[in-house]
């Protein structure tokens, strides 16, 4: 693969998909700027860029902290001159039905999944509009589109994400700075070690969604790449999520019903 000298910053890059993410773009001769709370898993990912001769650095980030975020964006704007793509990766999970979720658990979730994803652009916005280049990689999930059941602030979350990305491509586009956003469905992953949230029986069965997928991160990183610079506006990974998308764009009372035929099945689980 060619060299493609592209300067890339990716939160939540210390396991996981923004992991993945950072080996993918390494194979094709990309800078690296990771971010991550997990130092450790920080670590562990340099050394594997490192290994397939790549460069990169390393920088723990907390995505709640504005001022973190802005000292990442100064970081990259003097050891890499500015970026070329930022991956707002960074996320966590959670579950339970709205009348056990707490003001916290939303709180929590919020300030993570959404405003993560905001101060992000907003710390790296300067950089972009002065180079009127570059491309924001938004990481959602079918969850934004398609709304399940026992995880409302979860889905909160990922939707305005979503709807974050819409506005930035018709107002940056302009400006010659391109966005996509990504909904994944279940995939192989570490997600749930992450997990927040009163409804255990959820996290066990996301759980086994999860390991039965045949999809794996690094598959999910591949897609990303290709369908960024392939310059789709929203990629869906999965072929069952974008079956599901065009269901629900054809006729949503057909998903409204299948989706309420899951919550009965799950209060009835639950004893409720």
């Known amino acids: 693969m060619q060299n493609s000298g592209q300067r890339v910053v990716i939160t ?58 802005a000292a990442l964006a100064q970081t990259c704007q003097e050891r890499m001159g500015g970026i070329d793509v930022l991956i707002n990766n960074a996320g966590v999970s959670s579950g339970g039905f709205f009348w056990d979720l707490t003001l916290e658990d939303w709180e929590w979730q919020i300030s993570i999944n959404l405003m993560g994803v905001v101060k992000g652009c907003k710390a790296f916005m300067p950089m972009l509009m002065e180079q009127r280049n570059g491309r924001i990689i938004n990481i959602a999930s079918m969850a934004a589109l398609m709304q399940a059941p026992g995880m409302s602030n979860y889905n909160v979350a990922k939707a ?18 391109k966005v996509n956003v990504v909904c994944p469905s279940f995939f192989q992953t570490n997600l749930l070690d992450s997990y927040r949230g009163p409804d255990q029986a959820s996290k066990e069965q996301v759980a086994q969604l999860l390991k039965s997928s045949p999809i794996t991160a690094a598959d999910i990183a591949n897609i ?14 999965h072929e069952s999520g974008r079956q599901a998308w065009a269901a629900k764009q054809a006729n949503p009372q057909v998903i409204y019903d299948e989706m309420t035929r899951l919550t009965i099945k799950k209060m009835e689980a639950a004893g409720r």
């Open 12 to 69: 939540g890059a210390g396991s996981g998909l923004g992991r993945e993410l950072a080996l993918r773009y390494a194979r094709a001769g990309a800078r690296l700027a990771l971010a991550d709370m997990n130092t450790e898993g920080l670590k562990e990912s340099l050394a594997m860029i490192e290994e397939l001769g790549a460069w990169g650095f390393t920088e723990r980030c907390d995505v709640r902290d504005f001022s973190q975020l």
């Open 160 to 177: 305005g994400v979503v709807a974050l990305s819409e506005s930035l491509m018709v107002e940056l586009g302009p400006l010659g700075i």
């Open 224 to 237: 990303i790449v290709e369908q960024s610079e392939a310059d789709r506006f929203m990629i869906l990974p």
